[in-house]
Each structure stands twice: as structure tokens, then as C-alpha cells.
T-cell receptor, first 111, second 113 residues
Framework: QKEVEQNSGPLSVPEGAIASLNCTYSDRGSQSFFWYRQYSGKSPELIMFIYSNGDKEDGRFTAQLNKASQYVSLLIRDSQPSDSATYLCAGRMDSSYKLIFGSGTRLLVRP | DTGVSQDPRHKITKRGQNVTFRCDPI?????LYWYRQTLGQGPEFLTY????????KSRLLSDRFSAERPKGSFSTLEIQRTEQGDSAMYLC???????????FGQGTRLTVV
């Protein structure tokens, strides 16, 4: 079992819809979680991070963390075609330094 | 540009050759990471530096790989006797002493032919 799991997709949504991206993790020691966006051939770009249970909002993006269920999600409201990319979920334990990444979910936003 | 800088952006090399990549982190970021990413996969951790000290190395980092950060600023990653399986994107990221987030450079795409 991989430490961070994501559905590879593609997740296809129409423009203006809410895209919901999900991630589960196996290590209960993981404390902080990160969402990165990666366009094809480019490097990952940080969207946001979360370390407390509950929701964290930043513009059109909302990250949700449920440590009891070992579940992290990213909601993208009013999805735009420019949001089409691969979204990487990563976790980090405070006792460690490294980010452990999932394989990413490809999101397609249809005009 | 004050982001993480990597050089070169692309490298094509013949199997068996040695290659070296450079990473310049964001100024005053004392933490530096190297990751490797292959097509369809997320980045895989290779190694971590805090200042000039290499504090963690992945089992993925065979003895053909070596990384340095001699003065706690830029870092180099060397691959000796390259193999076709080394073809990947090599990503560098840095993080500040009080920062939570790690920021990635543009990456170096290595192709071993």
C-alpha cells in the first residue's frame, strides 16, 4: 500500500462546476498536507497546505482534512479550463522533513 | 527571479556517462530537497539538506548518486555511470527555516540514451 493514495483520473468536470479531488494516507504520523498543481512538462506549484482538522479556504480553493479518517481533499469552485492539470497531494510528518507524494489526479475542465 | 533555479533544464546523455545537476534555492532557505519524478508518478524523495548537512537519504539513492551542498547555499546532484532507468525529471525544492511550504524549481529533465 502506498503511503499517499490518489485516484489517477482523469476527473472531468464542466467549466463553472466544483471539482473535488481526494487523497488518503496511511501514516497516522503525518501532520501536514499539501496540494500542488502540475501542468504537463512543468514542475509542481504549491496551491495550499493544511495541518488542522477541518476546512481551509483560499480563493476558489478549499482544502479539507479529516485526520480520523486519514483523508484530505481539495475543492475547486468555479472550475476554469486553465485549472486542467495534475493535482498532487503530499503529506509530511513533523518529525521528518520529506514530503511523500501521491501519484496525482488529472483534472480536465471542459469549456 | 527569486525562485528556485535549476540548471540545466534538459540533459541528454549516453548510458554510462556521468551527469551533474545544480540547484540554487530561494535566498535564505536553509532546507533543500531533491526529488525524482517519472511519467505518471508523483515526485519521489531522494535526499534532504539542512544547511550543509545531508540529513536524510532515500533508499532510492544508490551509490551511483551523490549530492552535496558544500556551503549551505547551492546544491549539486551527480549521477555516475548513468542507466536508462535514470531518465526522469529531477526536481529541487527549498524551504525556509520558519516556513511550512516547499517551493520547487523548474526541474532538470534527464534522458539517457
Amino acid at each position: 500500500q502506498k503511503e499517499v493514495e490518489q485516484n489517477s483520473g482523469p476527473l472531468s468536470v464542466p467549466e463553472g462546476a466544483i471539482a473535488s479531488l481526494n487523497c488518503t494516507y496511511s501514516d497516522r504520523g503525518s501532520q501536514s498536507f499539501f496540494w500542488y498543481r502540475q501542468y504537463s512538462g512543468k514542475s509542481p506549484e504549491l496551491i495550499m497546505f493544511i495541518y488542522s482538522n477541518g476546512d481551509k479556504e483560499d480563493g476558489r480553493f478549499t482544502a479539507q482534512l479529516n485526520k480520523a479518517s486519514q483523508y484530505v481533499s481539495l475543492l475547486i469552485r468555479d472550475s476554469q479550463p486553465s485549472d486542467s492539470a495534475t493535482y498532487l497531494c503530499a503529506g509530511r510528518m513533523d518529525s521528518s522533513y520529506k514530503l511523500i507524494f501521491g501519484s496525482g489526479t488529472r483534472l480536465l475542465v471542459r469549456p | 527571479d527569486t525562485g528556485v533555479s535549476q540548471d540545466p533544464r534538459h540533459k541528454i546523455t549516453k548510458r554510462g556517462q556521468n551527469v551533474t545537476f545544480r540547484c540554487d534555492p530561494i535566498s535564505e532557505h536553509n532546507r533543500l530537497y531533491w526529488y525524482r519524478q517519472t511519467l505518471g508518478q508523483g515526485p519521489e524523495f531522494l535526499t534532504y539538506f539542512q544547511n550543509e548537512a545531508q540529513l536524510e537519504k532515500s533508499r532510492l539513492l544508490s551509490d551511483r548518486f551523490s549530492a552535496e551542498r558544500p556551503k549551505g547555499s547551492f546544491s549539486t546532484l551527480e549521477i555516475q555511470r548513468t542507466e536508462q532507468g535514470d531518465s526522469a525529471m529531477y526536481l529541487c525544492a527549498s524551504r525556509g527555516p520558519d516556513g511550512t511550504e516547499a517551493f520547487f524549481g523548474q526541474g532538470t529533465r534527464l534522458t539517457v540514451v
